[in-house]
Structures are given as C-alpha cells and as structure tokens.
Nanobody, 121 residues
Framework: QVQLVESGGGLVQAGGSLRLSCAVS????????MGWYRQAPGKQRELVAT???????NYADSVKGRFTISRDNAKNAVYLQMNSLDPEDTAVYYC???????????????WGQGTQVTVSS
C-alpha cells in the first residue's frame, strides 16, 4: 500500500513564500516521475511542476521563475518551494508519484490528500 503525505500549506500574504513537502511510503520498488498539481475552487486540477528520477523538471508557465521543484530519492520525497506568491496561486496542492511496486510490475500513479495554500492580497 502506497501513501503520499503532504505538508507545508497554509496562509501567506502576497509576495511571501511557502515550501511544500510530500513523503511517499509503502512497499515501493522505484519511483519515476513526481509532481505537484493544484486545483482552485471551480477549476480543473492543473499541473504545477514535475520532476523525473534523473532530476529533469517541467513547470507550468504561470509558475516559472517563482516555484522550484526538487526531490530526495533517498527519502522518497518531493518538495515545492514557492516564492513571490500571488492570490492566483490559491488552491489545494496535490502531490503525485508514479510508483512501481516490484521489478516486473507496472507503474501506477498515486495522489496525496492535498494541502491548502491560501495567498491573501
């Protein structure tokens, strides 16, 4: 059983910073891509940033230059440093991991429960 637990959300003023963390636990053989997504009220869930197990990253245009994704493969963890936050960044942020449970098994996507980020103007 795989669990993703996020932390680090909260309330911050515009221009401030937050750092989100996500730890993956369970009987894991390997983790491929990890990423952060967000969903604002009344909107669809959207990609924020992804990182593969080699460290290559991908960002949504709206967060480029402000957010930085990183991972610690030894800890099965992924992080999102968010700077220069804007009220438009207000959303529930979800962690995602593409996990393989065994050498011969397939890779499946798992989600965390989400953490609220609220940016006040």
């Amino acid at each position: 059983q795989v669990q993703l637990v996020e932390s680090g959300g909260g309330l911050v003023q515009a221009g401030g910073s937050l750092r989100l963390s996500c730890a993956v636990s369970g009987s894991i053989f390997s983790i491929n891509d990890m990423g952060w997504y967000r969903q604002a009220p009344g909107k669809q869930r959207e990609l924020v940033a992804t990182i593969n197990n080699g460290g290559s990253t991908n960002y949504a245009d709206s967060v480029k230059g402000r957010f930085t994704i990183s991972r610690d493969n030894a800890k099965n963890a992924v992080y999102l440093q968010m700077n220069s936050l804007d009220p438009e960044d207000t959303a529930v942020y979800y962690c995602n991991a593409e996990v393989r449970l065994s050498l011969w098994g397939s890779t499946n996507g798992y989600w965390g429960q989400g953490t609220q980020v609220t940016v006040s103007s």
